[in-house]
């Protein structure tokens, strides 16, 4: 017997460590303990009860949002701080305690809160413009940032510093900004002329003009071989330019207002446009220039066109709020990205095509999950509308430009 016990013995140490341990998920009961630990007079029992519930995370943020009314001065302060170490999962309780929270101190300390997590974010803030900024763009090395606004000026950026290294005059607003593939040439179009103008970025020096539009230029953009450029304007024509020669080779007829957003896949097939009048998408070829399908949906003035990196998706904001990634090839509206309370100035697709950038007269941008649809951040921070965002090439930053006159990089949060 005593032999058989000892087998049975030795049995269960062997095979003890292959069993998996199963948490048990915390009670309420538990995390009202711990908060209330947080201002214990002995620091070890505090300390204890802050490292527990930093490891907790999402079930614990309810009651250390509610911690935040507390009279303990102590518990509040590691409450606090804990919510800010949480992070991410942090800010969608921090939001709606600020926005619906019945306790107005709870919404004061919510939104501090909040700011605070922003400015984690925030890099830095590029200051120069003496007017609103309307567009962005960042190299394809990453290394420099164009912006272009109401002072009449296209400005180069140096994204590393935020030191302002070159000013393109212009006799007015200038509308697009755009970089080529190899990051040492810059196009530009301002209001009141017909004229793309492309630069030298090392020297400043203007290179060349492309003229033909009947109207102003409002977009103009690189194809991603760097030998054509999509331009469209207020003569509600899409035109197809030469870099080498400046000759318009094609014109893109159909929209029956004038086109606000150009872009060109990757591979250099296709073209999508925005109507800003009309409220439509439509895909073009771009060697024939024939339209090959109009996406309608929009209820108001289109502002941005995007393509996502693979070229089966299109990206179009609106002034009706709404952001909406059509299926290129059957037509469909696949989602719709809802929640901003501004026109939808400014759009992007990340290089991999997972997220969706937004920028809006809200003052906020807005990081999306293409999937899901589901916001994943929201970027606070300036003090006007934003016009404008685009995402770093290296997929780790935002760039957003504004009415109150700064761009903001922005860390993407993980």
């Known amino acids: 017997m005593t032999t058989w016990l000892t087998r049975c013995f030795a049995t269960l140490l062997l095979v003890l460590p292959f069993i998996p341990v199963v948490a048990v998920a915390p009670d309420d009961k538990e995390i009202a303990r711990l908060v209330k630990q947080l201002g214990s007079y002995d620091y070890r029992t505090r300390d204890a009860a802050t490292k527990r519930l930093k490891e907790l995370g999402e079930p614990a943020l309810d009651a250390l949002v509610r911690a935040m009314r507390t009279n303990d001065v102590e518990a509040r302060r590691r409450a606090e701080a804990i919510l800010t170490e949480i992070g991410e999962p942090a800010r969608a309780a921090l939001r709606k305690a600020a926005a619906s929270s019945a306790d107005v101190e709870i919404q004061r300390r919510a939104s501090g809160l909040i700011q605070l997590l922003n ?223 501004g026109n939808v100035y400014g759009a992007g697709l990340s290089p991999a095509g997972h997220r969706v950038l937004s920028a809006s007269y809200d003052r906020t941008v807005r990081l999306w999950d293409v999937e899901s649809g589901q916001e994943l951040h929201r970027f606070l921070g300036h003090t006007e509308g934003v016009s404008c965002a685009a995402f770093s090439p290296d997929n780790r930053y935002v760039l957003s430009g504004s009415g109150d006159k700064t761009l903001r990089l922005w860390r993407l949060p993980k």
């Open 119 to 341: 400015a984690k974010l925030q890099v830095r803030c590029f200051e120069g413009h003496t007017a609103l900024i309307i567009v962005v763009a960042i190299s394809p090395d990453g290394r420099f940032a164009l912006s272009g606004g109401g002072d009449s000026t296209m400005r180069l950026w140096e994204v590393a510093t935020g030191k302002e290294l070159r000013r393109f005059e212009h006799g007015d607003w200038v509308f697009s900004v755009a970089f080529s593939p190899d990051s040492k040439q810059a196009l530009s179009a301002s209001q009141n002329t017909t004229i793309i103008r492309l630069w030298d970025v090392a020297t400043g020096k203007e290179l060349r003009r492309f003229q033909g539009h009947g109207g102003c230029i409002v977009c103009a953009v690189f194809s991603s071989d760097g030998k054509r450029i999509l331009s469209c304007g207020r003569d509600n024509t899409i035109r197809l330019w030469d870099v080498e020669t400046a000759k318009e080779l094609r014109q893109f007829k159909g929209h029956t207002g004038r086109a606000w957003s150009v872009a060109i896949s990757l591979d250099g097939r296709r073209a999508l446009s925005g109507g800003y009048d009309d409220k439509t998408v439509r895909l073009w070829d771009v060697e024939t220039g024939k339209q090959l399908r109009v996406f309608e949906g929009h209820t108001d003035k289109l502002f941005t066109v995007r393509f996502s990196p693979d070229g089966r998706r299109g990206l179009s904001g609106a002034e009706d709020k709404t952001l909406r990634l059509w299926d290129l090839e059957t037509g469909k509206e696949i989602r719709r990205f809802e929640g901003h309370e």
